[in-house]
């Protein structure tokens, strides 16, 4: 019996201190530290002393007609797709700056895609179109550059082309301007130059899905949170850029944007 209480005890002793190992543990997991930091990534707010985190960037292709038919879809009947960059692929534009853009690596055929790009300050899950737009924080002016020969060679091979659009410095943005400053863009000549020469120009009233019903169709498939940005699709007449050359991006009710491929 002398020796059964003693075991017993034992054990008592070893379930504490067990217990007590485990609780410091874990108190030591809750308090703990990286061991490196990692950047938030962050897009100045026009007019304000905050700055836009960004959590995550979704873009929606073929967003206008013209464009879609000279990437081979049909607009009348396809539905939206959306794919994703990361947030470290933000490079900032700060307005009446002509900025440094590195031409990448492993491509021949590097194009710009001008686009109108939403903030959102709030989400949610199966958001309906007509509450779509109280989400949005605000909007700015973006370019969605991308690798085309990467991406056409993955699409042939029927592999993601993620290699074609996710990549350092593959989202372009001027800062946010707030909804209350601006209103919501629904209409507005949206346009690219390269040296002088304007590539691209369309109205954001050609674009087949709105951003409403963009922030609709991508909350059926995510919970759409505060600091996710979408680009909303590029017009017509996409094409190569190569060192040297000035891209000029205008939007109608935000400033210009412009970089130097390098």
């Known amino acids: 019996m002398e020796t059964v209480d003693r075991r017993s005890l034992l054990a008592t002793g070893a379930l504490a201190l ?3 190992v485990a609780s410091r543990s874990a108190e030591a997991q809750s308090g703990a530290k990286p061991i490196f930091d990692v950047p938030a990534v962050t897009i100045p707010i026009a007019g304000e002393k905050e700055v836009f985190p960004v959590r995550r960037i979704y873009c929606i292709g073929r967003n206008y007609a013209a464009h879609a038919i000279e990437r081979g879809s049909d607009p009348t009947r396809e539905p939206p797709f959306f794919f994703q960059k990361p947030t470290d692929a933000i490079q900032y534009v700060a307005p009446g700056t002509v ?3 590195t031409y990448p690596s492993l491509t021949k055929n590097y194009h710009h895609e001008v686009e109108l790009v939403a903030a959102l300050k709030s989400g949610g899950a199966n958001i309906p179109a007509e509450k779509a737009l109280d ?3 605000g909007y700015a002016l973006g370019l969605d550059m991308t690798r085309r020969d990467l991406q056409n060679g993955m699409s042939a091979e029927k592999k993601p082309w993620e290699i074609g659009k996710s990549f350092d410095h593959a ?3 001027g800062p946010i301007h707030s909804v209350r400053r601006t209103g919501h863009f629904t209409k507005g000549a949206i346009s690219l130059a ?3 020469n304007v590539r691209q120009a369309s109205d954001l009233d050609k674009m087949i899905w709105s951003v409403a019903e963009q922030i609709a169709k991508l909350s059926e498939a995510f919970e759409m949170k505060a600091g996710d940005i979408i680009y909303s699709g590029t017009p017509e007449n996409v094409g190569p850029v ?3 050359d000035v891209l000029l991006c205008k939007l109608d009710g935000l400033p210009d944007m412009s970089i130097r491929i390098v």
Do not use: F, P
């Open 171 to 173: 989202a372009v943005i």
């Open 242 to 244: 190569v060192k040297g």
């Open 18 to 20: 067990a217990g007590t």
């Open 135 to 137: 989400h949005v924080y």
């Open 194 to 196: 390269i040296n002088g």
């Open 99 to 101: 900025v440094d853009h």
